[in-house]
T-cell receptor, first 114, second 118 residues
Framework: DTAVSQTPKYLVTQMGNDKSIKCEQN?????MYWYKQDSKKFLKIMFS???????INETVPNRFSPKSPDKAHLNLHINSLELGDSAVYFC?????????????FGEGSWLTVV | AQKVTQAQTEISVVEKEDVTLDCVYE???????LFWYKQPPSGELVFLIR??????QNEISGRYSWNFQKSTSSFNFTITASQVVDSAVYFC???????????????FGKGTKLSVKP
């Protein structure tokens, strides 16, 4: 069983569309994250949720809206997609929000906006 | 400011060579954690090691070893007798304390791409 699973793995879509990436973890963790990896491989946090509560919201455009229906799921919805949104999006989870917990990543979702 | 620097953008070695990946970090905190992750060509991020700032013992796991030196703010990673399967991008990351807006966050370096040729 995959610990952190996200779907779809690959997504090609046109500018202006709205798309969602789903994420689920079966580790029983309280905290989940979305990270973005750009074309230069740089990884940066976008959001963090702890028990369905938003705790980190980096400077991400309002077009990105995370939703956590329960602590095992953290979905990412993106409105009005732009070319610059093309990237790899990683979902991740950790035991709780404490510093030093190992963060386990999903396999990534490759988003290409054309 | 919190920052992680991996000065080596790309390294190429021949199989069975030893290789060291450098990681230098900046933080004003006295308590923090350091991590290494591996991203193989298939793209997933694989956790390798976690180290807290109070534990400066070096760690060895098979062909992998890590050298943590607080005095130089470095957490270097050595692969002994490298293999083709070690080819990947390796990321060093810093986790600051749990306060402020950075709870549980990972601050990544830009990664080092390691190519091991047969």
């Amino acid at each position: 069983d995959t610990a952190v699973s996200q779907t779809p793995k690959y997504l090609v879509t046109q500018m202006g569309n709205d798309k969602s990436i789903k994420c689920e973890q079966n580790l029983g963790h309280d905290t989940m994250y979305w990270y973005k990896q750009d074309s230069k491989k740089f990884l940066k946090i976008m959001f963090s949720y702890n028990n369905k509560e938003l705790i980190i919201n980096e400077t991400v455009p309002n077009r990105f809206s995370p939703k956590s229906p329960d602590k095992a799921h953290l979905n990412l919805h993106i409105n009005s997609l732009e070319l610059g949104d093309s990237a790899v999006y990683f979902c991740a989870s950790s035991q709780d929000r404490s510093s030093g917990n190992t963060i386990y990543f999903g396999e990534g979702s490759w988003l290409t906006v054309v | 400011a919190q920052k992680v620097t991996q000065a080596q953008t790309e390294i190429s070695v021949v199989e069975k060579e030893d290789v060291t990946l450098d990681c230098v970090y900046e933080t004003r905190d006295t308590t923090y954690y350091l991590f290494w992750y591996k991203q193989p060509p298939s793209g997933e991020l694989v956790f390798l090691i976690r180290r807290n700032s109070f534990d400066e013992q070096n760690e060895i796991s098979g062909r992998y070893s890590w050298n943590f030196q607080k005095s130089t703010s470095s957490f270097n990673f050595t692969i002994t007798a490298s293999q083709v399967v070690d080819s990947a991008v390796y990321f060093c990351a810093l986790s600051p304390p749990t306060y402020g807006g950075s709870q549980g966050n990972l601050i990544f370096g830009k990664g080092t791409k390691l190519s091991v040729k047969p």
